[in-house]
């Protein structure tokens, strides 16, 4: 039952939006709230169903279609569409292309992320409901990447869906300089997916790469339309590719969590290393102003390239963390910058910057700020202060293998 279990989980992760969007796109925008229950309630049906029946051989179709039929089913029985019999038919509810999930699914999320990113609603609706519809994402989640209070965002996506319902009726995708318009967010959105797939913020595992690889295939469509090829899409793409190309480092065989100092560097993929320079060169010439996109980029570049971690040009990324926080402040790129003070400077002034940090504005009480406070403290070196720290990253990760990974830490500076 657990393995059945996990791969509806998989699939929520994998398929949710793609479903959603195929679903949207079929029946319109009015409907959303009976989409996704239907879309719910078909996952919770595989998971009866599948404990006791092989799992099916596709089982997205599988899930696309007890989704459609629960669809029609409840707005038939609230007579809010009147449907031919043949049109709803389960044989025929929806083509064979649409149940393969291939192209036309493409297709759909892409329509369905623009559709939500309307100009009409204000981008943290647009950013909220892409992340729900298209990523499946919880409250918890969306919470996370926001820097928001989870009530916060469960409300705002109730408004969002109302606001979305009223001034969208259907998916189609604007033409010319209105793609244009909507690709930052669009962009942004794509960002977010991938980040929660990289260090998933809740679980048992700390990547989930299906999610990453999904937000560069859609990144990667973006770049064959003219108006969505440009320099901020392929600087995506690039820090994209040159964060995937580490995945395999970060988790051992044992499957534990491997920090950045201790990862087995000929398992980065090269390949993935020179695709993303690629995207990096087209994302340059001679009039783009660097995004946070081509700033994080090179961040990452520094990482994949350093041939051992003490090799890794810390002078460098600290020069690039300045300059993202001269260009846009944000908590989490200063508290990030610690780590490169702390190389280039040493853990005092590290710590100094740790205070000002602490006594700030925007200070934010996290697992990664105890973690980062940890390393520090155990350099000075301040061991019951270190474990202090490690407890409190303990108590505040959702996510277990993160969990764990402190846990040993702790161990160790206990024994």
Known sequence: MLLENKVVENLFRNEYGKIIALLVNRFGTNHIEIIEDAVQDALIKAMQI???????????????????????????????VVFDDEYVSTKDSFTPNELDLKNTISDSQLRMIFACCHPSLSPEYQIILS????????????????????DTVAKSFTRAKKKFKETISTLDIPIEMGLQSRLKVVLKVIYLLFSEGYAASIGTSIIKKDICLEAIRLALLLTENTYCNKPDTNA??????????????????????????????????QGLIN??????????????????????AAVSYHHCIAKTFA???????????????????????????????????????????????????????????YAIKAELLIDLPETDACILALEKAIKLTKNELEKNHFKKKLERLSA
């Open 50 to 80: 599948w404990g006791y029946k092989n799992i099916p051989d596709n089982p997205t179709a599988w899930l696309l279609r007890v989704s459609g039929n629960l669809l029609v089913d409840k707005l038939r029985r609230d007579k809010r």
């Open 311 to 369: 090799e890794t040009n810390w002078e460098q990324i600290l020069y690039i963390y300045n300059l993202q926080l001269q260009r846009q402040y944000s908590p989490i790129v200063e508290l990030n910058r610690i780590i490169p003070v702390f190389k280039v400077f040493g853990s005092k002034k590290a710590m100094i910057e740790l205070k000002k940090y602490e006594e700030g504005s925007h200070f934010i009480e996290n697992s990664l700020y």
């Open 236 to 269: 995506l793409i690039a820090l994209m590719c040159f964060h995937t190309s580490r995945f395999e480092a970060r988790v051992d065989d044992n499957l534990e969590l491997v920090d950045l100092e201790h990862q087995d560097r000929n398992k980065y993929d």
């Open 275 to 296: 695709q993303g320079l690629l995207h990096l060169q087209n994302a340059d010439g001679e009039e783009v102003q660097p995004s946070n996109y081509h700033l994080q």
């Open 131 to 150: 992340l729900k519809l298209i990523g499946g994402f919880g409250n918890k989640e969306i919470a996370k990447a926001l820097l928001k209070k989870e």
